[in-house]
């Protein structure tokens, strides 16, 4: 029997695919949002619903009990409170305003190779390392102090991106958000729980695709052309500097031969945004599969692909180009009634795990020409 412990367990092995397809599972999901002191008083006195039990874990098994008698009538109740709360906090946000600031922020720099944990990045680069105390100290002039304000930085830019896009999705009528936070839950869009994640044609998928067509390391190739343009550069720099001093040098000389080298560079990209583009799935199956282990799910997700195919490494950008990014996901949305949930599905491996997950996912490409 599909009971309470039954969807719990689902939903703590991150198997969310099972939920959409089920009134009662999506029961158990919409209970779970409003399970916040705050949210459940409100919702039980709105609906003069009185609770036997008083600790808020006890008072979700017996609330799910009780909706799970007539999923329909509850599912409605509920979707009508989560709407009211949304439309509070949607009138809430001052997106103008929130935009105006994001447009402060004028390099996306996370000053150090860190991936997931700065601290792990710090304790392995610093704390282990060096011995001498005036050496450390030394090191927050002129790289701690760095990589610490990089990455406060670009983690409030994407933040509060997020939200901003989030309120893109919340304020479409066929968008159901989760009024507390829910793991592996941002919203339904027609009763599909989805996790958003906003994201750029990753430069390891890039750099995959291109060994499989027979593509030069992009780094070596223009190391290499480089040398043929008579352009001087710094070989010990680091590997995103050399990148950046051979490619500026190129534009600012501007001649037919180095145009020649960034076409080629640009046209192969584009090469590989298109193939993804027509079958989206490869991507989503890619980037499940290369996930950072820190943060591994197998929860649906939808994911949005920004990509600036002028500067693909200022893509970063258009998280707050609301005139790029609203008429894309909204038509999305409009769209999304027409899409089969058997042709969501992707089943995917993960290294050092035995079993095949599987999940319901989909690609937008928001995409600046």
């Known amino acids: 029997m599909k009971d309470f412990k039954y969807w719990e367990h689902l939903h703590n092995s991150d198997r ?55 999923p329909k009538k509850y599912n409605s109740l509920l979707d ?94 066929s968008v159901l958000p989760t009024v507390g ?32 067509k027979g593509f030069p390391v992009e780094l070596t190739f223009l190391k290499s052309k480089a040398a043929e343009a008579e352009i001087i550069f710094d070989k010990k720099a680091k590997y995103a500097d050399l990148y950046y001093e051979i490619t500026e040098k190129m534009k ?11 076409k080629t560079l640009k046209d192969e990209k584009l090469l590989i945004l298109k193939e993804v583009e027509k079958d989206p799935k490869i991507l989503a199956k890619w980037l499940y599969e290369n996930q950072g282990e820190m943060r591994f799910g197998s929860e649906n997700r939808l994911f949005l692909v920004l990509v600036d195919t002028e500067d693909f490494n200022s893509s970063w950008k258009l998280k707050r180009n609301l005139e790029l990014l609203k ?4 038509t999305y949305i409009d769209n999304f009634k027409n899409k089969k949930i058997s042709d969501l599905k992707v089943a995917f491996n993960y290294k050092g795990k035995p079993q095949t997950f599987t999940a319901l996912t989909d690609v937008i490409f928001v995409v600046k020409k």
């Open 16 to 70: 969310l695919d099972e939920f959409s397809s089920d009134a009662t599972g999506l029961l158990w999901l919409k209970t779970k949002s409003i399970i916040r002191k705050e949210l459940l008083a409100e919702f039980i006195g709105k609906n003069k619903i009185t609770l036997k039990e008083t600790a808020l874990n006890k008072q979700f098994v017996e609330l799910f009990n009780l909706f799970s008698q007539d």
């Open 80 to 173: 009508a409170y989560i709407k009211e709360k949304n439309k509070e906090r949607l009138a809430a946000l001052d997106t103008k305003k929130l935009v105006s600031e994001l447009y402060k922020l004028k390099n996306f720099d996370w000053g150090g190779d860190y991936q997931n944990s700065l601290d792990k990045y710090l304790v392995s680069r610093y704390v282990k390392v060096h011995q001498s105390y005036e050496t450390l100290i030394s090191k927050f002039e002129t790289e701690i102090n760095i990589a610490v304000q990089g990455y406060v930085l670009n983690s409030w830019y994407n933040h509060w991106s997020s939200i901003l896009i989030e309120h893109i999705f919340k304020s479409h009528a």
């Open 181 to 212: 936070q829910i793991k592996g839950v941002d919203f339904f869009i027609n009763n599909v729980p989805f996790d958003l994640k906003v994201t750029y044609l990753p430069a390891e998928y890039i750099r995959y695709k291109r060994k499989e």
């Open 252 to 262: 600012d000389k501007n001649d037919g031969f180095c145009k020649g080298v960034l």
């Open 327 to 330: 008429p894309t996901i909204l």
